[in-house]
C-alpha cells in the first residue's frame, strides 16, 4: 500500500468554540496496520503475538530527523470500539500510556482506523505520532461531563469566552518533543489547506494585553502557501488582534480566497503593546469579498480593565505583492493609530475589481506607505512610489521548518535532470539515453525539470491490473520535486486501469500515443466527496457525488497532455445505474480541477465519461486546447466542456461529440449559488466543432446563479444538433447572463438556430427565492449561416422581466417546411438587421439598418497566453 504523510499545524482560531478547540501537531500518514513495526529500511515488519509477517511496502513523511516512527499500533489493540456510540476516551489514554513506554526508543504512531471514534479529551506524549485513516472519524464526545476544566492560558488571563479557567481541548499536548502545540509558536508551516470557517481560516497570536506583554512570547517564522480559504464574515489570515507578545516574519504565499471578508487583515488595538512586523504575501486571488487590505488599530476588547494605556502597538513592514481580486466592496480600510502609524507598507501590481457602491475605495487614516501598479489607484497615504518600483520585499532564504521533512518511500524514482532539448533518464545509478519528443506548456516556466514514468512506481499497463497505487504513488514523489522546476509524468503505451487519482502543483500528466487511461468499473474506487457548495447537492441525486477520476484541488500550473492518448471513461456501467435509478450518489466527472490557475488540457481524448468530461470549477487562467471528447448521443449527461464559476477560460480547437451540451458554462444552483457569488466570466470558445442532436453546442446555465458575463465565441461549426447558443435560466436562480457575443458559426441540421428560455430546470429543494428573477441581457449574434433548420429561434423570457438588448446580424437560416412557426417570440426585446427569414415582431429591424452587433476586440488576459513547446528524451523501443 503506498501512503504519503504532509504535517499540519493548526493555530488558534478567534471565537470557536472552547469546547470543540482542537490543539494538534499531527504527522500524518496513510498506512492502515494493528501492532508494532520496527525497522527503518522501506519496508517494514508486522509483530504480533510472537509472530512476524512481512507488510507491503509503502511510504511516508516524517517532520525532521526521528520523524519517522519505530513503533506503531492501532486503537483496537486497547479496546478501541468505532461504532460511534461506544466511548473510547478509556482506550485513547491507554494506547498513549503503552506506546509513550517506547516512544524514546524510535519514536511511536497510534493509528485510527476506519470507523468513528467517540471520545472525550485525551492528551498525547512525546516523539509520537496519531494518524487516522481513510474513513477514520475521532468523534467528539456531547457529554460535557467527559470535557474537564483546565487553566486558562498563561499569555491569555482568562478564557476567551469568559473569565476563568476553560474546558478541555479534545487533543492536547503539554511539554512535549516532536509534537508540539502553543498558542505563541516559531517555525510553523502551513500548506496545502481548505478551510471553511464562521472566523478567520488562520489567526496568528501571542497572547492578551498585559498577560501576553508579561509571557513575551512571540508568534514568528510562519509560512502559510497553498491555502484556500473561505470566510464570509472573517479574514483568509488574521494577524491579531490577541498579539502582545508579538507577532513577526511571516510569508503566506498563493492563497486563493472565496467569499471572504477581507484578505490578510492586521487587527490590534491601544493596550496590546508589542508588534506585528515584517509580514510578507504574495500570489493570491481573492474572489467576492468586502476588503482587499485592512489593518485596524482599534479593534478589539480588553480581558480586564488592568491593561496599560500606553502600550501601542507597533505595526510595520507590510508587503503585499501579486493579488488579483473580483467583485471587491473596497480596495483597502487602512487605520492605523493616531500618534503610531502603521509604518513601512508597500503594496505592489495588484489589481481590485471594486462593484458599484457609495463606500470609497479605499479609506486610510494614520497609515504610510508606496505603491507601484495597483489599480485603482491608492490613497494619499499609500502614494505611487517616485521610482515606480518593481517589487516589494519577500524573503528568499529558507526557514528550518522549511527544511524538516524526511521522505521515507520503497518506490525507486525515476526523475530526470537537465534542461536541454533532450533529457537523460536514471534509475539505480545507471543512464539511458531517451528517444525525444515534445510536449506542450502554457507561458513560461511550463517545460519541466523532472520526468517520470508510470512504470517507475509499479505501473501495469495491462488493462487489468489496477494502476491506483502507481498513480498515487507518482504524484507523491513528483510533487516533491515539482517545485524545482516543475514534474512531469509519462504514461506510455498501454491500457492502464485506474481508479481516482490527484494531481499536484507545477505538475504535467502525459499521456504518450497509444496510452489508454481506463477508468475502472469497480465503484469502491469511486469514492464519495463532498457535493459543490455553489450546488448544495449531487447534480443527479441529494447528498454527495462520486469522486472525479483526474482531480486537481488548489493547483497552480497544472497541465494534462499528450501525443493524443485517451481517458476512457467506460460510462456504460454508469449510464445504465443512472436510468435504472441504482445510484444513490452523483456520478463523477473525467476531470475536474478545483480552486486551481494556470491550467493547460490539450491533445488528448477523452471517451465515454460517467457524466460531465472537463469540469474546471472556481478556477481561473485555465486553456482547453486541441482535445477531442465522444461520447454516445444518447448518453446521460456526457457535457464535453463545463467551465463552472471560472474565469478567463480559452476553449480552442475541440471535437466534441455528446450526449448533453458540447460546451455549457455554469455557475451554482439556486440559493446555493446566489450565496456563493461566484460568476463565470472572461471566457473564450473559439473553433469548436460539435455534434449533439439532443442539446445545445454552448450552454449558458441552467445553473448559473453566480453569474455568466463576458462570453466570447467566434468560429463555431456545428452538426446535427439539437440548438446553437442556448440561455436556459428560471425564476429562482437569481444573477444574471450578459454581455454574450457570438459570430460565425456554420450549422447543419438544426432545431433552432437560436433558443433561449426563462422556465428551464428543476430546483435543487424547495428552499430557493422566488423572488430571485435572473437578469439576461446584452445577447449579440453575427455572421449565422444554417442549413435544414426546423425552427429559426425559440426566445422566450421571463414575463415581467424580459430578455432584453438582444442583436441579431447578418444571419441565413435555411428552414425546412414545418407546421412550427418560424420565429417563436415572447418577453424579450431586441434589434435586427440582414436576417432572414423576417425575425418576430420582438426582434425588429433597426430602423438605421446596423452593419453590425457588438463584439469586443480587446484581448483578455488568457489570450496572451502563449503556448511553449517543450521535449524530452523516452528510452527507445
Not at 474 to 480: P, R
Not at 487 to 503: D, H, K, N, Q
Not at 626 to 653: K, Q
Amino acid at each position: 500500500m503506498e501512503a504519503v504523510c504532509f504535517r499540519y499545524i493548526f493555530l488558534t482560531m478567534e471565537h470557536s468554540p472552547p469546547i470543540f478547540h482542537v490543539l494538534m501537531t499531527l504527522v500524518l500518514w496513510t498506512v492502515v496496520t494493528t501492532a508494532f513495526i520496527g525497522t527503518a529500511e522501506g519496508h517494514r515488519h508486522y509483530r504480533r503475538g510472537g509472530s512476524e509477517t512481512e507488510l507491503e511496502a509503502f511510504h511516508y513523511a516524517g517532520a525532521g530527523a526521528g520523524g519517522c516512527r519505530a513503533h506503531v499500533a492501532s486503537l483496537t489493540d486497547f479496546g478501541g470500539v468505532g461504532d460511534g456510540v461506544t466511548s473510547n476516551t478509556a482506550a485513547f489514554a491507554a494506547a498513549v500510556a503503552n506506546l509513550s513506554k517506547v516512544a524514546y526508543d524510535g519514536g511511536a504512531m497510534l493509528v485510527v482506523p476506519a470507523g468513528r471514534w467517540l471520545t472525550g479529551p485525551f492528551s498525547l506524549t512525546s516523539h509520537f505520532t496519531l494518524f487516522l485513516d481513510h474513513d477514520a472519524v475521532i468523534l467528539a464526545t456531547q457529554d460535557i461531563n467527559e470535557w474537564p476544566i483546565i487553566d486558562p492560558l498563561p499569555s491569555y488571563g482568562r478564557g476567551r469566552d469568559s473569565a476563568g479557567g476553560r474546558y478541555s481541548n479534545l487533543i492536547m499536548g503539554y511539554n512535549l518533543t516532536d509534537v508540539v502545540i502553543t498558542d505563541s509558536s516559531s517555525n510553523v508551516r502551513i500548506e496545502d489547506c481548505y478551510i471553511v470557517s464562521g472566523d478567520d481560516c488562520i489567526a496568528i497570536k501571542s497572547g492578551w494585553d498585559e498577560y501576553g506583554i508579561a509571557f513575551n512570547m512571540p508568534s514568528k517564522h510562519i509560512v502559510i502557501r497553498r491555502l484556500t480559504c473561505i470566510s464570509p464574515t472573517s479574514a483568509v489570515i488574521a494577524l491579531g488582534s490577541e498579539m502582545s507578545g508579538g507577532i513577526q516574519d511571516v510569508r503566506a504565499e498563493d492563497i486563493t480566497a472565496i467569499n471572504s471578508e477581507s484578505g490578510v487583515r492586521i487587527k490590534t488595538t491601544v493596550g496590546r503593546g508589542a508588534y506585528v512586523k515584517d509580514i510578507f504575501v504574495r500570489g493570491m486571488n481573492l474572489y467576492t469579498m468586502k476588503w482587499v487590505f485592512w489593518m485596524t488599530g482599534t479593534y478589539g476588547q480588553h480581558p480586564d480593565d488592568n491593561f496599560d494605556p500606553k502600550a501601542i502597538p507597533v505595526v510595520q513592514n507590510i508587503s503585499y505583492s501579486n493579488v488579483v481580486a473580483e467583485n471587491v466592496t473596497m480596495a483597502a480600510k487602512l487605520e492605523g493609530i493616531p500618534g503610531a502609524p502603521f509604518t513601512g507598507i508597500c503594496i505592489y501590481n495588484v489589481t481590485a475589481e471594486v462593484v458599484k457602491s457609495k463606500k470609497p475605495i479605499w479609506n486610510c487614516t494614520d497609515v504610510e506607505g508606496v505603491s507601484s501598479h495597483v489599480t485603482p489607484t491608492p490613497c494619499a497615504q499609500i502614494p505611487e512610489s517616485p521610482d515606480r518600483i518593481t517589487h516589494c520585499p519577500f524573503p528568499e532564504d529558507d526557514l528550518p521548518v522549511l527544511m524538516t521533512l524526511v521522505l521515507w518511500t520503497v518506490v525507486t524514482t525515476a526523475f530526470i535532470g537537465t534542461a536541454e532539448g533532450h533529457r537523460h533518464y536514471r534509475r539505480g545509478g545507471s543512464e539511458t539515453e531517451l528517444e525525444a519528443f515534445h510536449y506542450a506548456a502554457a507561458g513560461a516556466g511550463g517545460c519541466r525539470a523532472h520526468v517520470a514514468s508510470l512504470t517507475d512506481f509499479g505501473g501495469v499497463g495491462d488493462g487489468v491490473t489496477s494502476n491506483t497505487a502507481a498513480f498515487a504513488a507518482a504524484v507523491a514523489n513528483l510533487s516533491k520535486v515539482a517545485y524545482d522546476g516543475g514534474a512531469m509524468l509519462v504514461v506510455p503505451a498501454g491500457r492502464w486501469l485506474t481508479g481516482a487519482f490527484r494531481l499536484t502543483r507545477h505538475f504535467t500528466l502525459f499521456l504518450d500515443h497509444d496510452a489508454v487511461i481506463l477508468a475502472t468499473q469497480d465503484i469502491n474506487e469511486w469514492p464519495i466527496i463532498d457535493p459543490l457548495p455553489s450546488y448544495g447537492r449531487g447534480r443527479d441525486s441529494a447528498g454527495g457525488r462520486y469522486s472525479n477520476l483526474i482531480m486537481g484541488y488548489n493547483l497552480t500550473d497544472v497541465v494534462i497532455t499528450g501525443n493524443n492518448g485517451t481517458i476512457d471513461g467506460q460510462g456504460e456501467t454508469w449510464w445504465k445505474m443512472f436510468r435504472n435509478k441504482e445510484l444513490n450518489y452523483t456520478r463523477g466527472f473525467l476531470i475536474e480541477l478545483m480552486y486551481s490557475i494556470q491550467v493547460l488540457i490539450s491533445n488528448i481524448t477523452l471517451v465515454n465519461s460517467p457524466s460531465w468530461n472537463v469540469h474546471p470549477v472556481y478556477s481561473s487562467h485555465v486553456i482547453v486546447s486541441g482535445i477531442t471528447i465522444l461520447a454516445p448521443v444518447n448518453s446521460p449527461n456526457t457535457d464535453g466542456i463545463n467551465p463552472d464559476s471560472s474565469s478567463n477560460v480559452r476553449i480552442e480547437d475541440c471535437y466534441i461529440v455528446s450526449g448533453d451540451d458540447c460546451i455549457a458554462i455554469k455557475s451554482g444552483w439556486d440559493e446555493y449559488g446566489i450565496a456563493f457569488n461566484m460568476p463565470s466570466k472572461h471566457i473564450v470558445i473559439r473553433r469548436l466543432t460539435c455534434i449533439s442532436p439532443t442539446s445545445a453546442v454552448i450552454a449558458l446555465g441552467s445553473e448559473m446563479s453566480g453569474g455568466i458575463q463576458d462570453v466570447r465565441a467566434e468560429d463555431i461549426t456545428a452538426i446535427n444538433s439539437e440548438s446553437g447558443v442556448r440561455i436556459k435560466t428560471t425564476i429562482g436562480r437569481g444573477a444574471y447572463v450578459k454581455d454574450i457575443f457570438v459570430r460565425r458559426m456554420n450549422l447543419h441540421t438544426m432545431k433552432w438556430v437560436f433558443w433561449m428560455t426563462g422556465t428551464y430546470g428543476q430546483h435543487p429543494d424547495n428552499n430557493f427565492d422566488p423572488k430571485a428573477i435572473p437578469v439576461v441581457q446584452n445577447i449579440s449574434y453575427s455572421n449565422v449561416v444554417a442549413e435544414n433548420v426546423t425552427m429559426a429561434a425559440k426566445l422566450e423570457g421571463i414575463p415581467g422581466a424580459p430578455f432584453t438588448g438582444i442583436c441579431i446580424y447578418n444571419v441565413t437560416a435555411e428552414v425546412v417546411k414545418s407546421k412550427k412557426p418560424i420565429w417563436n417570440c415572447t418577453d424579450v426585446e431586441g434589434v435586427s438587421s440582414h436576417v432572414t427569414p423576417t425575425p418576430c415582431a420582438q426582434i425588429p429591424e433597426s430602423p438605421d439598418r446596423i452593419t453590425h452587433c457588438p463584439f469586443p476586440e480587446d484581448d483578455l488576459p488568457v489570450d496572451c497566453v502563449g503556448l511553449e513547446e517543450c521535449s524530452f528524451r523516452r528510452t527507445k523501443p
